[in-house]
């Protein structure tokens, strides 16, 4: 008998792999090259567009009746003004779908030379991703590029793919291109996928696939536990983190990463805790955002809830539903950081 969600897990690495190879590219090809001005989006604008359609061609092909939660939608490059940028992502997306990896993939899932998709088909693949979300039901969810500061400076950012049923993340796939394969020496080669499958474990492997070992999180002493957090001080709130570090008298600094990648670094020990208060009321966590990451650090032997110990929802839509912040660490320490957040909580409630 095989596993649960065996062929979904297949095509995910496939999609994933895929997209990460075409987002690398891009940054080799684009963001490296002196002809882009400083702070021009539009290479990460290719490479999200395209990437998106890539994966949710092939999810298409293999699982035409599942619905996507996707980021991105296709109005902008269905006007007249958006047929350059159309053009440059329909050629790279036929590339990458059309490679020849020789990783004996299944060929029904449209993928190999002569799988070449017309304008249309591309577009029409990004805008599958326009699912609305909800409680029942099988959904996907891609983020074809998290992290997209992080990208455009040649640090971490990651391609992320989930499976929910009935509200409950079942399979994640995290791309993580510039992440070393394994932490403790930064100069090995970098490019990694992480794959979890609820009730199997977690894994990591090359991008190529090669290399396959379960990771876990390693028990950490409260001298060795150190916080993951955004980069970016406009997405999450370092001041809070600091003072929740301080109610756990930390000693280790926080290791700063953009994107899900933290979810990826806790999952295999090289941190000790995410975490993540928002700056603004008015900002809605996406469940593509956290889904995939979610079951990672679940299937590494880790817990994950928000701020008042509350599990994540992901059947409210194409947001998280009502949680307030989001905390994940190994089991053994969750108890003891959850109570060192409420601390901060009730301590800048009562200096407001
Ligand atoms: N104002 C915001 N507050 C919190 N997160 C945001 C905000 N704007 C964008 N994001 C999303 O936060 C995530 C990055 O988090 P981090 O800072 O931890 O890397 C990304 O999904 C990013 O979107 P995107 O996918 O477009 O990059
Ligand atoms: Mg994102
Ligand atoms: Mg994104
Ligand atoms: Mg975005």
Redesign the pocket.
């Known amino acids: 008998m095989s596993l649960a969600f065996a062929a979904e897990k297949q095509l995910a690495v496939s999609a994933v792999r895929r997209a990460c190879n075409l987002t690398s590219s891009v940054f080799n090809r684009l963001v490296k090259s002196e002809t882009v001005v400083k702070n021009d989006k539009s290479p990460v604008t290719v490479a999200d567009f395209s990437a998106q359609a890539v994966i949710s061609s092939m999810l298409g092909k293999a699982f035409p009746g599942d619905p996507i939660v996707g980021?991105e939608d296709s109005a902008d490059l269905r006007l007249e003004s958006g047929k350059e940028l159309l053009d440059r992502i329909v050629a790279l997306s036929n590339e990458a779908l059309t490679a020849d990896l020789g990783l004996g993939e299944n060929a029904d899932w449209g993928i190999g030379p002569g799988n070449n998709r017309t304008a249309e088909e591309i577009m029409d693949a990004i805008d599958r991703g326009n699912y609305a979300g909800g409680k029942t039901g099988r959904m996907w969810t891609i983020?074809p590029?998290?992290?997209?500061?992080?990208f455009l400076r040649g640090e971490q950012y990651a391609v992320c793919l989930s499976l929910i049923v009935d509200a409950s993340v079942q399979l994640g796939v995290i791309g993580c291109p510039n992440l070393p394969i394994d932490a403790a020496s930064p100069n090995s080669p970098k490019g990694c996928i992480f794959v979890a499958v609820r009730g199997q474990g977690a894994q990591q492997m090359a991008l190529s696939g090669a290399d396959p070992r379960p990771i876990s999180i390693p028990a950490f002493s409260m001298d060795q536990l150190n916080f993951l957090e955004?980069?970016?001080s406009?997405?999450?709130s370092h001041s809070f983190h600091d003072l929740v570090a301080r109610n756990l008298a930390l000693k280790a600094p926080p290791t700063r990463m953009?994107?899900q990648a933290?979810y990826c670094a806790l999952a295999r020990g090289d941190g000790g805790v995410y975490i993540?208060m928002?700056?603004?009321s008015s900002?809605k966590?996406?469940i593509w955002?956290h889904a995939p990451g979610s079951v990672l650090v679940e299937e590494a032997g880790g817990v994950i809830s928000d701020f008042n110990g509350k599990p994540l929802d992901f059947g409210a839509g194409r947001s998280l539903g009502d949680n307030f912040g989001i905390l994940a660490t190994g089991k053994d320490v969750y108890p003891k950081v959850l109570e060192a957040v409420q601390r901060a909580l009730s301590e800048r409630k009562a200096n407001i």
């Open positions: 980021e983020d590029i998290d992290g997209t500061k992080g955004s980069v970016e406009a997405h999450a953009d994107s933290k993540r928002l700056t603004s900002y966590e996406k955002d």
